[in-house]
């Protein structure tokens, strides 16, 4: 049990680190995968299946308890509250006799069911906990952004944070945002007593200041400066601990001395670079080692290339601000010869790209035809046939209505939407004996899957460009349109984070389609050039840019220019403004081998290059006296060479 609990959190960490970059659908996955391993363990360790039951008991609750909110237009008077609990397998009204209760009323008690089976039945302990946390952040989460995905988030939210407090009393994080929740709803009096519950397991400043809100919004003055007080002692002890989170840090740069530098590279595999043979080769030739299968890869001593290159290896000598040109030596400068041009295939330009505004993706949908898990149960639009062999009159070919039920002779309209084939057989072969001793019912599915087809028939392209695709581009919100689902949050996620949640919101809604996105083509990146630069304007940025790179692209520096105090500007992911001083003379002026300055840019960088002080002065004495006092008062001044000499 230690080992699945520590799996089972490993789980919940990355379902959090999933929801923190909006991946909300995959996250869900993780914190669900974690309380099935959970579940798992318990049963095999306890012989049963009850631990499985119940968390599928409870999902599958919530999950039904949608189908008592009214969609769009309609009403809760519009609802066939006995139909709907038919077509359910929560027991929960099944044998509720005429009349059953109305909606408001049935969404409570499927609630009280599903909190009961996730907090008791599944398992107890902090990994539970936890992870019935996250799936309430999860859905309160997806309910502020996406209030027709979830119908009921926010009271889907309360349950996991009530189930989890169930599991874990001492949750103060669960306290904490179920109080926050309930105040949200009105329900005062129940959040101030859950948040003075979590303060009474950690007095974190963040929950005093809920507490102090409540308490005011219930007229409790003196309790709400009390609380106001503790959070600002909280905060303050906090801050001289120097656990103060309070101003996030996330984003900005630590600066690192030499130092500590090399401790963590010690950490850090070193990346592989193209130069790394030639180096081993001079250690090699240095210790009179030698090697045929070297000769034939680098050809840098052949015809092509017959003469030795001396230069400096910047990543040799570690802060390199100092190197200069008496540090040569020969390095591997062509080692393709005259195939230098492809030889270099460099590391990746990044770990991993995520995506951004602008981004076009391409989502191939692929049909999986693999075999589900469960039972297939009818949707609207499938098609099955009704078979009585004790009365042939009644057979006939059947779809499911928009209002989920089938018309059948003798019976009326019955509730079909949501049942498998054996499950509605079943319920037909009960209701037709009142009618035949032995009606001997038959179901067969013609049709099925229709969702499926209706979402084949919007994204296929087999007649254009070919397959079942969408292409779509990340919108200023950051989010895709795609058909059955709607937006969905891609900004920041690399593509293997899109595949994961694109399928788990497609997995609620259709099954048997696998959606793999392409990057058909990156946002346009640009790079602002101004000051004394010869073109100055916007440039692509179409690869790694350095700063001397993005002069050249402006045609390179006029004369006069301020190369020492070159300035970059730049945005943070926060849009806070960032920027540095940069000396590109050493670089520029082929002083510097090494120039340490010579800085990677960023999209969005604005590089200004100043005028240098003679430059300053000269512009301050056209614009002062010969557009300025010469201006206003001209006149004109005679110097006679001849009188000068004469007075002499």
Known sequence: MIAVAQ???????????????????????????????????????????????????????????????????????????????????????????????????????????????????????PSASMALYGLGRVHAAIARQERQTLAAGEPHAIVFYQAALMADPRNFLAANELGVLLARWGRLAPARDMLAHAVSISPRPEVWH????????????????????????????????GADHSTSQAGTVRWLSPGQFAKTAELVPAAPSSTTPSHDRQTRAASGQTSAAEIKLCQALGPAAPCPIAGVDCAAWGCCGDVGWAAAGPIGWQEFAQGEYVGH???????????????????????????????????????????????????????????????????????????????????????????????????????????????????????????????????????????????????????????????????????????????????????FVVGEVRSPGRFTLEGPTTATQAIALAGGWNVGANVRQVVVFRRGDDWRLLATMLDLRGALYGKNPCPPDEIWLNDSDVVIVPKSPILVADDFIELVFTRGIYGVAPFNISFSWSSLLNTL
């Open 345 to 527: 295939a460099r590391t990746q330009h990044v770990s991993e790209y995520r995506l951004r505004v602008d981004d076009q993706l391409e989502f191939i949908y692929l049909l999986t035809r693999t075999e589900t898990t469960g039972p297939y149960r009818l949707e609207v639009g499938d098609e099955i046939r009704v078979e009585a062999f004790a009365d042939p009159g009644l057979s006939r070919d059947l779809m499911v209505q928009p209002d989920g039920t089938i018309t059948l002779r003798l019976l009326g309209q019955v509730r079909a939407k949501g049942q498998s084939v054996a499950d509605l057989r079943e319920a037909l072969e009960q209701q037709y004996r009142q009618y035949y001793r032995e009606p001997a019912i038959t179901v067969t599915p013609l049709k099925v899957n229709t969702r499926l087809e209706d979402l084949r028939s919007t994204v296929d392209a087999r007649a254009g460009t070919g397959g079942q695709r969408a292409q779509v581009r990340v919108t200023p919100e950051g989010t895709v349109s795609l058909p059955g689902i709607g937006s969905v949050m891609v900004q920041g996620m690399t593509l293997d984070e899109a595949r994961l949640e694109v399928n788990e919101r497609y997995r609620s809604f259709v099954q048997g389609i696998e959606i793999t996105p392409v990057l058909v083509s990156r946002a346009p990146r640009y790079v």
């Open 210 to 241: 809920n507490l102090a809100v409540i308490h005011e919004r219930l007229g409790e003055l003196a309790a709400a400066e009390e609380a106001r007080r503790q959070a600002a002692e909280s905060r303050q002890r906090l801050k001289m601990s």
């Open 7 to 125: 799996l089972a959190d490993h789980h919940s960490r990355h379902g959090f680190l999933l929801m923190r970059r909006n991946v909300l659908f995959s996250a869900r996955a993780q914190f669900v995968q974690a309380l099935r391993l959970l579940a798992q363990a318990l049963d095999a360790q306890y012989q049963t299946a009850a631990h499985s039951e119940a968390l599928s008991a409870g999902l599958r609750a919530l999950e039904e308890s949608n189908d008592f909110i009214p969609r769009g237009a309609q009403l809760e008077a519009d609802l066939d509250i006995s139909m709907i609990v038919a077509s359910h397998r929560t027991p929960v009204l099944k044998d509720q006799p005429e009349p059953l209760p109305p909606s408001i009323v049935a969404l409570q008690r499927y609630y009280t069911y599903a909190q009961e089976k996730l907090g008791g039945g599944v398992s107890r302990g």
